[in-house]
């Protein structure tokens, strides 16, 4: 065994984030029509993202600056003037529903937890955003049986790569930098950081110039599958 740990991130590499998002926003979308609102999709989609844009400005490194629900309070606030709060809860449970009815594990994940589990290696998903909304996501893949620890950002007060979004489960689990291994998609979040505290990194579904990469931004690994996660670390 290679290591006796594995930290992994959550969106993007357990799941494509890409095509819940774009249902999430669809139902969102359709909600706020609903609501009285007359909107088409693209000024709907301009109205999202300028008010996405006020959040991350403002709350930039925090957990909160992914919280979409703040988007869309937000948003109904430079539409029209107020916050509107029973509307901007509708589109934050809308597009939620609707992003996590749309999950889907990626290949092989499953059967690359549960090898790990049963071959006596700690998982822990380490990932930036609001606790509330990771849970519903872990909860919704299933894969709960497999995870020792799961840690967000809301709990550190920092966002990866913030080395307390790594030191947090090593101390949590008992475990050494130089025994665990960081698998994520973000160059910047999960090899940077991971790289910073001497953690191994593995990077997967990054971008496709990885080879490339140089210094703290190199990953120690890159990976093109969960089945080959299990051959790096058993």
């Given at each position: 065994?290679?290591?006796?740990?594995?930290?992994?991130?959550?969106?993007?590499?357990?799941?494509?984030?890409?095509?819940?998002n774009?249902?999430?926003?669809?139902?969102?979308?359709?909600?706020?029509r609903?609501?009285?609102?007359?909107?088409?999709?693209?000024?709907?989609?301009?109205?999202?993202?300028?008010?996405?844009s006020?959040?991350?400005?403002?709350?930039?490194?925090?957990?909160?600056?992914?919280?979409?629900?703040?988007?869309?309070?937000?948003?109904?606030?430079?539409?029209?003037?107020?916050h509107?709060?029973?509307?901007?809860?509708?589109?934050g449970?809308?597009?939620?529903?609707?992003?996590?009815?749309?999950?889907?594990?990626?290949?092989?994940?499953?059967?690359?937890?549960?090898?790990?589990?049963?071959?006596?290696?700690?998982?822990?998903?380490?990932?930036?955003?609001?606790?509330?909304?990771?849970?519903k996501?872990?909860?919704r893949?299933?894969?709960?049986?497999?995870?020792?620890l799961?840690l967000?950002?809301?709990?550190?007060?920092?966002?990866?790569?913030?080395?307390?979004?790594?030191?947090?489960?090593?101390?949590?689990?008992?475990?050494?930098?130089?025994?665990?291994?960081?698998?994520?998609?973000?160059?910047?979040?999960?090899?940077?950081g991971?790289?910073?505290?001497?953690?191994?990194?593995?990077?997967?579904?990054?971008?496709?110039d990885?080879?490339?990469?140089?210094?703290?931004?190199?990953?120690?690994?890159?990976i093109q599958?969960?089945?080959?996660?299990?051959?790096?670390?058993?």
């Open positions: 065994m290679t290591f006796d740990a594995v930290f992994v991130d959550l969106d993007d590499t357990l799941y494509p984030y890409a095509p819940c774009a249902a999430g926003k669809e139902a969102a979308f359709e909600t706020i609903d609501q009285g609102y007359d909107l088409t999709r693209d000024e709907f989609e301009s109205l999202y993202q300028e008010g996405r006020e959040v991350k400005r403002e709350l930039a490194g925090t957990a909160s600056a992914h919280e979409r629900f703040l988007y869309f309070k937000r948003a109904i606030d430079i539409h029209a003037g107020t509107r709060s029973k509307h901007a809860l509708e589109l449970e809308a597009y939620w529903e609707a992003y996590v009815d749309e999950m889907t594990l990626f290949d092989g994940v499953v059967d690359a937890l549960a090898a790990l589990s049963d071959a006596g290696v700690d998982v822990a998903v380490v990932s930036n955003l609001t606790t509330r909304i990771q849970l996501k872990l909860h893949l299933g894969i709960e049986a497999h995870v020792d799961l967000t950002s809301e709990e550190t007060g920092r966002e990866k790569p913030s080395s307390a979004m790594f030191t947090l489960p090593l101390a949590r689990l008992d475990r050494r930098a130089s025994e665990t291994l960081m698998v994520g998609d973000s160059v910047e979040s999960d090899v940077v991971g790289n910073a505290v001497g953690l191994t990194t593995a990077l997967f579904n990054g971008p496709d990885a080879d490339d990469l140089t210094g703290r931004e190199r990953p120690d690994h890159i599958g969960f089945g080959e996660l299990t051959e790096l670390v058993l």
